[in-house]
């Protein structure tokens, strides 16, 4: 048996409304509870990320790290990585999660060549296996770290250097190899630097064909190998570079329409990065899903008078009941979607135990959305409201439009004699404030029985 590194945590359990003062319990997320013909862990499917909850110092950028974690007593960088799988699993266990995601370079320190890289995240690996065949513990998706590394200072699959590119690829490769090992359910590109810092000295084209090859080669190993994964974009606008590539879901479902990946690769969205392209998480999400193109969710929030990502634990239970209610339109996050929590705690808050905290006000905080976004579609309170709003194209020329039977002389005919005043249709100023007002009801309504 390992040592217990999560001293004083017991099992996280549902506790519903019972004792609202305890933070050690789920008040809202209850896993196995059968919501709109589904259970809210197949809902849900969370996922905890293991470069926050376990490798993250707590850094910003204004100051070192502060974290206290119950492994730092190993100095050795391996035997560091290895005592990491224990705390991890240990810490699944006891917060009751499904799921995990992972760079490849979270889990182990790199070597001095590629070889001996591989070897050392092998190593690890080797041990997760273990793990997963005496826990059932699964990885939402994995991928690889091709941003931090100087190497990567111009991208990786967009850099202007042939090396660099190959180097990439290669550890793709394995990356991928590994996540056959793991069963990854999905596998998730990121691209932290492909983008540019000026377009004086940038070949775009060039740039995104190169991407695009990238992409293509990886699906084809996959299929070689026999990795029967969902493969994901995650878009971010901005952060580190001036503009990436993937700015949103629009601008990425448009290059992967032009480059034939839309067969084989969907979205991955988070909530800081559409804040950071001037959208709201549910417009992300519902760009994604009326293209079906949803894939899967990273699970934070940001803080709107910081223009930064700072990826805190979600608590706005507007943002996540209007996520989940595209979730529960959708019938699921994804084919093989989930919330994965890429989010951690505030410097200040540094002891081990923050981890837990954070994580059950997130869960608790999209289980609450869940629970309001099934209350309002079992109703068909958001429906109706779409419905008579758009009854007008149900018949007569409306119809017409829709059904594609009209042309522009058949338009103009309708409109040619009719008076100004019957064009005007009232805007119902205060009709959004009604909408959130009964979505304030079914919150209050929902959430407190």
Known sequence: MTEEYWKGINKIEYIGHQDKKSQLGFQYYNPDEVIGGKKMRDWLRFSVAYWHTFDQRLVDNFGDGTAQRPYDKYTDPMDLALAKVDAAFEFYDKLGVDFFCFHDRDLAPEGNTLRETNANLDKVVDKIVEYQKTTGMKVLWNTSNMFSNPRFVNGAATSPSAEVYTYAAAQIKHSLEIGKRVGSENYVFWGGREGYESLWNTDMKREQDHIAKFFHMVKDYANEIGFDA???????PKEPTTHQYDFDAATTIAFMKEYDLDKDFKLNLEGNHANLAGHTYQHEIRVARIA?????????????????????????????????TEVVENGSIGPRGGLNFDSKPRRSSFEADDLFYGHIVGMDSFAAGLRVAVAMKEDGFLDDLVKERYSSFDSGIGAEIDNGTADMAALEKQVL????????????SDHLEQIKDTINHYMIETLSK
Not at 230 to 236: G, N, R, T, Y
Not at 295 to 321: C, H, M, R, V
């Open 417 to 428: 004699d009719m008076p100004q005043s019957e064009l005007i249709t009232s805007t119902h």
């Open 230 to 236: 969902q493969f994901l974009l995650e878009p971010k």
């Open 292 to 324: 079906d193109m949803l894939g899967s969710l990273d699970a934070n929030q940001g803080d709107k008078l910081i223009g930064w990502d700072i990826d805190e634990f979600p608590s706005n239970l507007y943002e996540t009941i209007a996520a989940m």
